[in-house]
């Protein structure tokens, strides 16, 4: 017991010593801890410098980026001895050239070229930097545009043993989400889909689901209510998801392939990822597209059902077209609606997001025709995106053409200025107006202010006169008073003359005299008090009748002041209806300034290209060289492309026009309104005002007989004389409470599945 006492006790002193370290260790890890959470902060920011610096880096190679594969010729191809038109000698620089019938040449440029020794894992690693793109949170859209038979599907899907991009993608996002799981997690889900003669068919279906239509959420991003979502977490899985949907795809037969595919396949990978580091959550969309046949009708002899289909693919490829243009010439309205492939990929097409487009070409002379269209058709898309503005070659009719637009370009500016100019003023003046009515308001009250002292004033009047009459009264008592002790004295004088009378007799009638006369001289004094009262109430009228007048010259005075005022207000109105007429004819020459420059850019365009296709075509030997058989055909399907582009453009403007027209005409409409309420409300208080004024000039007039008859009046009747002035008031607060709600803003600015069975994936 001693022993283990003893070892119990060496224990705890042990332990009691080890205490200081463990607190040395608590510090420790406290300033590790303290570190990781620095540390953390630090590769927070790094990443977010990460994911600008590679957003930067692919916005400076173009948000839309066109790459030109040319597959190699079928063994098919060679037996039967077909030659190739393709020349790679500067496909490092992005350039290939297509000889016709071995005499002319035509070359283009484009942001990468493949050759058709290039493996599907070298077009892939240009393509992958999108993947990252795509897990920072930015919408990307790959699609594979060209002939049947050129290999689209080869380079979207591959085959098993040489996969393409759609599985390379998947392959790469499972792997950057892995080396990011302890700062991000991502929940990756796949859609299958075909646009097939303008309806979406959902390829993970598994029994066909009812019309699926195109919805735009509350967020704002477009999505397929009712579209199979299959959550993929490996690479197995999303092998067996592009298979099934391969499986399931639309396929038809013509005589130029007989596996073509005529429907475009497109494959949605969203990617909903958050920041573990700052809970930041994105979701982003990854658009894989295999674009059907871009043939030309002629070509693939069809008819019926076939012919629609071609019909239908045309159109949507078209519309494809028109929207990358739209979007590269930076155009008001983006034409998505024009078919259910580019409102499929509306999110992923514009704004900040990425596009990348193969072209894909065949080498065969055969097919020289469609690789021309096919080229043209991708060279517009990356030319646009390049801007005419690199081109270094110049003409006469170039520079002419450019300088009209830099006239229209200064026309322009110009325009913008007066419209600013003339806005400033319309805003001066609204202000100034709005200072009228203000003080007009001051006027008003005053004017009140100075009704209700006239009325104190009347009133104190009528009270003084009554006082007044009544003082005479009892002055009347006592001059009758008075005239009956003088007669009394005198019949008593009479008596003392009588001799009969006895002394006694005498010396009382003489008291009595006395006394009378005494009294007589009290209603003597009395009756001067009362004429000094009845002065002194003369005296106090005639200072209030003086007070009433000077009252009277005021209200006279701020009554014309006001009236000045408001010619002054509806002189200003007048002018601000003027401006704002001038405004508008400004913005209309405005918007035809701007249909002009539209339409002297198109046509520098037109001929930037034209001087580039001199430029492709004058080498000696191409001078020599007849033109393309096969050349005109294709710049038709061009020009159709162009023209529906064009008629986009030229839709524009009226729209814009619309737009510019509305503010201004709002705008004066809404003065026009304006005015009128205002003009409305003056009105109003001139018919109010006319009896009033016609009331004071009787009042000034009126003689003290009418006066005191006017004053009974108003007695009898002060509410309605009141009412008479406040009506005024109360019709000029009502004409300002119509014009308030006439003008709710004074400026208008110058400037909107149910019963499908799945593969056991999420809906
Ligand atoms: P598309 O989808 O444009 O109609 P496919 O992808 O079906 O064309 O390709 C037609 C044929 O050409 C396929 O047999 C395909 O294997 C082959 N092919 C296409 N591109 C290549 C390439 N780069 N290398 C080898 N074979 C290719
Ligand atoms: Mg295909």
Redesign the pocket.
């Known amino acids: 017991m001693k022993q283990e006492q003893a070892l119990l006790s060496l224990e705890a002193h042990d332990c009691a010593n080890a205490i200081p370290d463990l607190s040395k260790m608590i510090a420790a890890v406290q300033a590790l801890v303290a570190q990781c959470e620095d540390l953390k902060l630090k590769y927070y920011e790094e990443m977010d410098k990460r994911k600008k610096l590679h957003n930067i880096v692919q916005e400076t190679k173009g948000n839309i980026r066109v790459f030109c594969r040319c ?2 010729l ?1 063994k098919d191809e060679v037996s039967s001895g077909q030659k190739c038109v393709v020349d790679f000698d500067g496909a490092n620089d992005g350039d290939i050239v297509i000889t016709n019938a071995g005499t002319s040449k035509k070359i283009f440029r484009f942001d990468r070229v493949f050759t ?1 020794k290039d493996d599907q894992d070298v077009v892939y690693a240009d393509a992958s930097p999108l993947v990252t793109s795509v897990l920072d949170g930015y919408n990307v859209c790959i699609f594979a545009y ?1 002939q ?7 380079t979207m899907e591959g085959t098993e043993r040489n996969r393409g991009v759609n599985y390379r993608t998947l392959e790469e996002l499972f792997k950057i989400a892995e080396e990011r799981k302890e700062s991000a997690t991502y929940d990756l889900s796949v859609s299958v889909l075909e646009v097939y003669n303008e309806q979406i068919r959902d390829l993970l279906a598994m029994s066909p689901s009812k019309k699926l239509e195109i919805k735009q959420s509350s967020e704002g991003y477009h999505h397929v209510p009712g579209l199979v979502e299959a959550k993929v977490e490996n690479i197995k899985e999303v092998w067996d998801v592009l298979l099934a949907g391969s499986n399931a795809r639309a396929v038809g037969s013509n005589n130029v ?1 007989e596996h ?2 005529r429907s475009h396949c497109m494959l949605c990978i969203t990617v909903k990822a958050k920041n573990l580091l700052n809970g930041e959550c994105t979701s982003s969309k990854l658009w894989l597209v ?1 674009l059907a ?1 871009s043939e030309r009708l002629a070509k693939t002899d069809v008819q019926g059902e076939r012919l629609k289909e071609a019909q239908n693919i045309n159109r949507s490829l078209s519309a494809l077209g028109d929207v990358i243009s739209a979007l590269a010439t930076k155009s008001i309205h983006i034409p998505y609606r024009n078919s259910k492939l580019t409102h499929l990929l509306q999110d992923s097409l514009g704004g900040d997001s990425k596009a990348l487009m193969f072209v ?1 070409i065949s080498p065969s002379d055969n097919d020289v025709s469609e690789t021309l269209s096919s080229l043209n058709f991708a060279s517009r898309v990356r030319r646009i995106e390049l801007g005419p503005a690199k081109k270094q070659a110049d003409t006469v009719e170039l520079q002419k053409t450019k300088q009209m637009l830099e006239r229209a370009k200064q026309e322009g500016r110009l325009k913008d200025d007066s419209l600013r100019k003339l806005e400033e003023n319309l805003q001066n003046l609204e202000a100034k107006a709005k200072g009228k009515e203000q003080l007009c308001k001051n006027l008003q009250e005053k004017v009140k202010e100075l009704e209700g002292q006239l009325d104190s004033t009347a009133h104190s009047q009528i009270t003084s006169e009554k006082q007044q009459r009544q003082l005479s009264g009892k002055l009347k008592e006592k001059e009758e008073m008075c005239t009956a002790l003088r007669q009394k004295i005198v019949e008593l004088e009479c008596k003392l003359r009588k001799p009969r009378q006895s002394d006694s007799e005498v010396e009382i009638l003489k008291q009595m005299i006395k006394e009378l006369e005494l009294k007589l001289k009290e209603q003597e004094h009395d009756r001067s008090a009362v004429e000094l009262k009845t002065k002194e109430m003369e005296l106090r009228l005639k200072e209030q009748e003086h007070q009433r007048s000077v009252a009277e010259l005021k209200i006279k005075e701020l009554e014309l002041k006001l009236k000045e005022q408001e010619h002054q207000r509806s002189v200003a109105e007048l002018k601000a209806r003027e401006i704002g007429h001038e405004l508008l004819e400004t913005q209309r020459t405005k918007a035809m300034l701007q249909i002009k420059l539209r339409d002297l850019e198109s046509k520098t365009n037109v001929q930037e290209t034209n001087m580039t296709l001199d430029t492709a075509i004058a080498t000696p030997r191409e001078a020599k060289s007849p033109p393309f058989s096969g050349e005109e055909a294709m710049s038709e399907k061009e020009k159709h492309i162009l023209r529906s582009s064009n008629s986009l453009n030229k839709q524009q403007p009226p729209s814009d026009k619309s737009c510019v027209a509305d503010g201004p005409e709002a705008a004066v409409s809404e003065k026009k309104r304006k005015g009128d309420a205002r003009n409305a409300s003056i009105g109003g208080e001139q018919e109010n005002n006319a009896p009033a004024a016609g009331q004071n000039v009787g009042r000034k007039r009126s003689l003290p007989g009418e006066r005191e008859a006017r004053l009974k009046r108003k007695s009898t009747e002060p509410p309605q004389v009141k009412n008479l002035g406040r009506s005024t008031a109360s019709s000029r607060a009502a004409a300002a409470a119509t014009h308030k709600a006439a003008a709710p803003s004074s400026r208008v600015p110058r400037q909107q599945p149910g019963g499908t069975k799945t593969r056991g994936w999420v809906r």
Do not use: A
């Open positions: 597959r190699p079928s058709p060209g049947t038979g050129t290999g689209k599907t080869f392939n073509s595919s295999d046949g894909q």
